[in-house]
């Protein structure tokens, strides 16, 4: 007679803050690399008419404490210009290699200047160029047109065509985005399909220099 495993894949005592597990989980998928861009994860914003709009973008930054996760955009995306309407937004991690799966629903702002500098220094001068060449999310009439446009911004930083002459700044659309996290779920693959789900909510409130002030959160597993 078949019998159900009553063991549990997550603790049965719920930790009191979900983001230190979540970040045990992203740290562990980065360093043994068990899929390709293990830090990949799926944006859901929507627009103003209440329509979603979902893509796959790179988390750089996972920051347990205070909660947040970020990742680095041109603000007149698509996504930008949704997320001005509506700060609200989810990710999903879905790392299929090991069975788990993390979502998050959160709130999203601007990184600190500084946050996004420090990065934008840190990416090879071609993926610099791209950031100013790209009308990001914007029609374009050829392939040919997009290179040509990426070959006059290189013009613009670098006369002599040596491609590492001169420092190129960060691009006043392009930047990071940090979402603060107020409800997250952690998805643990069970045999017969008995998967163990828990979910944790709390409560933000935004503060003058876009960070926030949060409330303890609150766990409860739920039913697969």
Not at 161 to 180: D, F
Not at 203 to 214: G, R, W
Request: hydrophobic share 30%; glycine share 4%.
């Amino acid at each position: 007679m078949k019998t159900f495993d009553e063991r549990n894949l997550l603790p049965e005592i719920l930790p009191d803050d979900p983001m230190h597990q979540a970040k045990r989980w992203f740290d562990r998928t980065n360093s043994e690399k068990w899929q390709p861009n293990p830090n990949a994860m799926t944006l859901s914003t929507v627009d103003k008419n209440n329509a979603p709009s979902s893509r796959i973008v790179l988390c750089k930054y996972f920051v347990s404490d205070p909660g947040y996760i970020v990742f680095f955009t041109n603000y007149n995306s698509r996504k930008g210009k949704e997320i001005r309407d509506n700060s609200e937004v989810s990710l999903v991690f879905h790392w299929d290699n090991i069975g788990r799966q993390l979502r998050i629903k959160g709130i999203a702002v601007y990184s600190p200047s500084s946050e996004s500098d420090k990065y934008f220094a840190s990416r090879n001068r071609g993926s610099q160029i791209s950031a100013w060449g790209s009308n990001q999310s914007q029609p374009v009439e050829s392939r040919s047109e997009l290179i040509k446009q990426m070959n006059d911004k290189l013009d613009e930083f670098d006369s002599s065509g040596t491609h590492n002459e001169k420092e190129i700044p960060r691009p006043p659309h392009w930047g990071g985005i940090r979402v603060w996290a107020h409800e997250i779920e952690l998805w643990m693959d069970g045999e017969d399909r008995v998967h163990d789900r828990a979910r944790w909510t709390r409560k933000l409130e935004i503060n003058q220099d876009n960070s926030f002030s949060t409330s303890k959160w609150i766990g409860t597993r739920l039913q697969p």
